[in-house]
Structures are given as structure tokens and as C-alpha cells.
Nanobody
Framework: QVQLVESGGGLAQAGGSLRLSCAAS????????MGWFRQAPGKEREFVAA????????VYGDSVKGRFTISRDNAKNTVYMQMNSLKSEDTAVYYC???????????????WGQGTQVTVSS
């Protein structure tokens, strides 16, 4: 069992930055693929980014490439997402999730956090 707790969400202006964190507990974190997804009101959950257990491989959704960076610190059981050049369309609830393989499909992720709200004002 893995427990995931997101933090760092809030209100930002367009063009600004936020850094999300996801703290994991419950079992060996360092072997899990970690991903970020987001869901805006009235829209389906969207893949944002994922990172392999070693941190050597990352995958990004097209809408965030070049603006968001996912990273992890296995010693702290934490995964991060640095979000730069924020746009109003980045407004959503952001979820972190854990999986066994690197994937952009939500179906591959077995554990989910409760989410953190990110609101970008234009």
C-alpha cells in the first residue's frame, strides 16, 4: 500500500511558477514510477508527466513540454513538479500517482493522491 500526499498548489498569475510536491509513504518508494495527472472542471483526467524510479527517464504530455519539469528525491520519498510559464489552461486539480511501469495511461497507475488545486489567473 502506498499513501500519496500532494502539496504546493495554489494561485499563480499567468507566466508565473509553482512547484508541486508529492510525499509517498507506506512501502518502498524508490522502485515506483511516479506520475502527475490533472483534471479541469468538465474535462477528463489528463496525463502531465511521469518519471522512472531512477529518475533517468521522463515523459511529458504535449501541453506541458518545455514548461514543466518532473523530478524525484528517493531519499525523501518525494516527487516534484516544477511548473513554469503557467497558463490559464493549466488550471486544474493535480494528482500524483504511482505505477510499476512508465506510462502516460491513468489505467497503469495503482495509487493516487487526493489532489491539489492549481489556479492560474490571466
Amino acid at each position: 500500500q502506498v499513501q500519496l500526499v500532494e502539496s504546493g498548489g495554489g494561485l499563480a498569475q499567468a507566466g508565473g511558477s509553482l512547484r508541486l510536491s508529492c510525499a509517498a509513504s507506506g512501502r518502498t518508494f524508490s522502485r515506483d514510477v511516479m506520475g502527475w495527472f490533472r483534471q479541469a472542471p468538465g474535462k477528463e483526467r489528463e496525463f502531465v508527466a511521469a518519471i522512472s524510479w531512477s529518475g533517468s527517464n521522463t515523459v511529458y504530455g504535449d501541453s506541458v513540454k518545455g514548461r514543466f519539469t518532473i523530478s524525484r528525491d528517493n531519499a525523501k520519498n518525494t516527487v516534484y513538479m516544477q511548473m513554469n510559464s503557467l497558463k490559464s489552461e493549466d488550471t486544474a486539480v493535480y494528482y500524483c500517482a504511482a505505477a510499476f511501469i512508465l506510462s502516460d495511461s491513468a489505467n497503469r497507475y495503482n495509487y493516487w493522491g487526493q489532489g491539489t488545486q492549481v489556479t492560474v489567473s490571466s
